[in-house]
């Protein structure tokens, strides 16, 4: 991602308690990994499930950041044309061969901004594909390291993505993927491996603080956007080929309430 200037994170700022245990909202998901990948974790909510889900999902290969570049060129293809990949934000088909710095490049998205908790591009929640996706340079640098949100004025270079001071809100059709990541982080990052305990909130403005929001606003998005079959073939690409590790809320969404 493009460098940061961190903000200034608001003193009061404090991350919300998963929920207590309860049915959850919505009707279970069966998947064919839930009697081994999952078995520890079914029939638990609230606070046992995230922890369950920690346990699952932290045992993990990890990669340097060079080479998120290759990864993201498997997990991210367009299924209607391998030679390149689809971009976040812009939705754009792109040559896999344009990743770079310049303006009409893809580069390297932090969805979890990776000044939330300074982590940089350290190896672990720095190169964690499972939330780093490929960006037009320009787009990213517009969303920099702001909290998602609904609201503010169209990006010119990303129609249906808008943005103001202190939020971004992506285009419809990645809505749900890009609460996933964000939740999917905050279940793997703990505080237990050397890096901040990574948390959603309900705020915006942030800044270096290891909370991501606004999260009312992400488990709506999680709702209007179910998992479609280019976010579930990611999340087994890096469950088979990289990290061996799989985002818990692709595969059964109504974990989010079921934690929140």
Known sequence: MATLTALTPASAVSAPKPASAAAPARAATVTPYDDTYYAGALGKSGQDLKDALHGIISSQSKLTYSQVWEALKDTDEDPNNSSNVVLLYTGRSQSKSTNGGDADDWNREHVWAKSHGDFGTSTGPGTDIHHLRPTDASV?????????????????????????????????????????????????????????DLEPNDSVNNGSAPYHGRLSVLKQWSTQDPPDAFEKRRNEVIYTTYQHNRNPFVDHPEWVESIW
């Open 140 to 196: 990213n640098s517009t969303r920099g390291n702001k909290d998602f949100d609904n609201g503010g004025s169209q990006v010119g270079e990303a129609p249906g993505n808008y943005t103001d001071a202190d939020s971004f809100e992506p285009r419809n059709a990645v809505k749900g993927d890009v609460a996933r990541m964000i939740l999917y982080m905050a279940v793997r990052y703990e505080g237990d491996d050397g890096f901040a």
